[in-house]
């Protein structure tokens, strides 16, 4: 039965040689034993493209009307050709379509260039993340010579997310590609290049936007003085139908502590006024980028863990994209997804899910989502665990401000932060969770009641719990007290958990939790579940009668 509890081999990235891995820390002292396969998580499935009904049981409040859209993986081999890598599997979108207490499922793959000639060829013709696409052997041995030396075709395998620009829906991964969907069909429409509008390489998945729509992004450009990270700022409005993203611009452009070795990101923070981005120790070889298709290296091979850089903060002023000038550090630390950020009594919260160390992705090669028994045990339990972490960032450091004195002075933190030089600013982070959360394995996968307080103080955030590689358990951390609320049930395991809020929301977690809840041990026995948002108990789900892999992340698309 589920439970609500309230308590108090074969590297990608590689770490610098000359630095000896730390000691598994506290946050990583969980070790499990005889870990349940989830292999069936990590398998091809069939497309469902028209809508076939689900059993609800339970039931599923009549306000929610819309659609939970979910992106990830759906297939990971062509002919005898099998990607390595999670992140590889071709792009397969899910709609959970909600509308008087019933759901509906389909699902499609994304019609990207990439399947299109993977399917034409049956084998792999298109690079991902862990996987070389190999010369084509149709070609003389000349040809196939010559083309080591070509420059690496980007994928357009948008398997990450779904995000909206101008009121449109697009799907998206972290080149220069996206595409424009049909949210109410999954047919793929418009394929979308940021390079036609912008001078940035690639966009990560996950943009922020504001209450007018106004969408801001981040983008890497690369040319022969090395690399920038760049601000990008999208309009809300379009001018007409067709319109992507026109009139985008660079806010500011920020230079790499090392322009040949610029830091790997997928996301960053947004308050009200600024833009963080952090800039953290896993870098990317760009020489490797470039000679990499001649050596037959993996996308992954360029990436490294260098735990000698710190971890460094920098803001962007959003309307004047102006960079401060004062850079905030801390020790080195991983990061995928923020929490949320915003300014208060001249401060600035950042808060967010960090590893001490930032060779997770090593862990999520398909090989290691399908071992079993003592092997999977020790996948797992050699894993850095993500935390929720504050840093809290003073505005109003200027040449007078004192050093050796901590500039938080507020009551309630025990983050500190130290001006150490000129326009440099150590932090040290305070932990958002109780000694609980050790229990669950971490959080990551947060989520807030975005709408209403991104970028403002808030209270509730929720995640997945992470007893094992993907997600085990749906969680809700309370800031007041830093309590946790659990739902488990064992050999489920729940995706990102998307927050909906009630039509006539009065508190911040007056609404529900929606998440695609997956099991390795029972046939086409995958659910949609809904949890009220404030107890985290569960209200219905509705069964779908076909097999779903774990995929990444989602949104709910309401109905007009």
Not at 75 to 103: C, S
Not at 164 to 175: H, I, L
Not at 233 to 239: A, D, F, G, I
Not at 483 to 498: A, R
Request: aromatic fraction near 12%.
């Amino acid at each position: 039965m589920s439970s609500v509890k309230l308590a108090a081999s074969d590297k990608t990235i590689t770490q610098s040689s000359d630095v000896k891995p730390k000691e598994l820390n506290k946050c990583n002292q969980l070790k499990q034993k005889g870990l349940e396969s989830i292999a069936p998580l990590v398998l091809s499935v069939e497309e469902t493209p028209e809508p076939i009904s689900t059993e609800v049981r339970g039931t599923i409040p009549t306000w929610i009307r819309g659609s939970l859209l979910r992106n990830g993986p759906g297939k990971f081999e062509f002919g005898n050709q099998h990607y390595n890598h999670w992140f590889d599997g071709m792009a397969m979108l899910h709609q959970f379509k909600i509308e008087d207490g019933k759901v509906t499922y389909r699902s499609r793959f994304l019609q990207s260039d990439a399947y299109k000639k993977n399917s034409e060829r049956d084998r792999i013709m298109v690079s991902e993340f862990g996987t070389v696409a190999m010369p084509d052997p149709c070609k003389n041995f000349f040809m196939r010579f010559l083309s080591r030396f070509e420059m690496p075709e980007a994928t357009d395998n948008a398997s990450v997310s779904f995000v909206k620009y101008k009121g449109d829906c697009f799907v998206s991964t972290e080149t220069n590609y996206m595409y424009r969907v049909d949210p109410e069909s999954l047919e793929t429409q418009d394929k979308v290049d940021w390079t036609k509008f912008i001078a940035v390489n690639m966009a990560t998945a996950h943009p922020h936007t504001e209450p007018d729509g106004t969408t801001y992004n981040m983008g890497n450009s690369y040319g022969r003085k090395g690399a920038l990270y760049n601000i990008i700022k999208v309009p809300p409005m379009k001018n007409n139908p067709e319109e992507t993203l026109e009139g985008a611009k660079v806010l500011c452009s920020i230079v790499p502590i090392d322009k040949a070795r610029p830091s790997y990101y997928h996301s960053f923070a947004m308050s009200e006024n600024y833009v963080v981005f952090i800039e953290q120790p896993i870098k990317i070889d760009l020489l490797k980028s470039i000679t990499s298709k001649k050596r037959g290296e993996r996308i992954c091979e360029r990436f490294f863990w260098d735990p000698k850089q710190d971890t460094v903060f920098h803001l962007i002023d959003k309307h004047t994209g102006q960079t401060n000038s004062v850079k905030f550090h801390t020790k080195a630390l991983s990061v995928f997804h923020q929490i949320n950020a915003y300014e208060e009594d001249g401060f600035l919260m950042l808060d967010m899910c960090c590893s001490d160390n930032g060779v997770a992705l090593n862990n999520y090669l398909i090989q290691n989502l399908r071992k079993s028994g003592e092997a999977l045990d020790q996948v797992y339990n050699t894993m850095y665990k993500a935390f929720p972490r504050r840093f809290v960032l003073p505005l109003n450091v200027t040449n007078d401000t004192p050093t050796g004195v901590n500039l938080n002075t507020r009551p309630t933190s025990s983050a500190t932060s130290f001006k150490t030089a000129k326009d440099k600013v150590e932090c040290q982070f305070e932990d958002l969770h109780g000694e609980d959360l050790y229990e669950y394995g971490g959080l990551e996968f947060p989520q807030i009641n975005y709408s209403k307080f991104n970028t403002r103080p808030y209270r509730y955030f929720y995640g997945c719990g992470f007893r094992h590689l993907v997600g085990d358990s749906l969680l809700k951390i309370d800031l007041e007290g830093k309590k946790v609320k659990v739902w488990y049930q064992k050999g489920l395991f729940p995706s990102e958990p998307v927050f909906v809020p009630s039509p006539e929301a009065v508190e911040e977690d007056d609404g529900v939790i929606l998440s695609v809840v997956v099991t390795p041990t029972e046939d086409k026995s995958t659910f949609l579940l809904v949890l009220d948002a404030k107890t985290l108990e569960e209200l219905g789900r509705a069964e779908v009668p076909v097999n779903i892999p774990y995929g990444f992340h989602g949104t709910f698309n309401p109905t007009a």
